[in-house]
């Protein structure tokens, strides 16, 4: 069984940065996508970045330039690096391993506060 952990989150100023963990209890392949979704109070979860073994990446628009998503396969931890947060990236944030594109195992989330 696949278990994500989240850590790193907080409150945080406008125009600050976080660093987001994620741990992945389980055997972990490299095949496996992992990433991270964020849900806003009153919104649905939506993608933020993810990435696979070989290092491609995905992003949604609103954190492109902003945030960066990257991976220790030896440690099966993803991480994410926020910078220049905005109000707007408040949300609680989700770690996902997700297997043959099928199966999604999901982290408890970390909230991520950020104040104007």
């Known amino acids: 069984q696949v278990q994500p952990v989240e850590s790193g989150g907080g409150l945080v100023q406008a125009g600050g940065s976080l660093r987001l963990s994620c741990a992945a209890s389980?055997?972990?392949?490299?095949?496996?996508?992992m990433g991270w979704y964020r849900q806003a109070p009153g919104k649905q979860r939506e993608l933020v970045a993810t990435i696979i073994s070989g290092g491609t990446t995905n992003y949604a628009d609103s954190v492109k330039g902003r945030f960066t998503v990257s991976r220790d396969n030896a440690k099966n931890t993803v991480y994410l690096q926020m910078n220049s947060l905005k109000p707007e990236d408040t949300a609680v944030y989700y770690c996902l391993v997700r297997r043959a594109y099928a199966v999604n195992y999901w982290g408890k989330g970390t909230l991520v506060t950020v104040s104007s």
């Open positions: 389980g055997r972990i392949f490299s095949t496996d996508v």
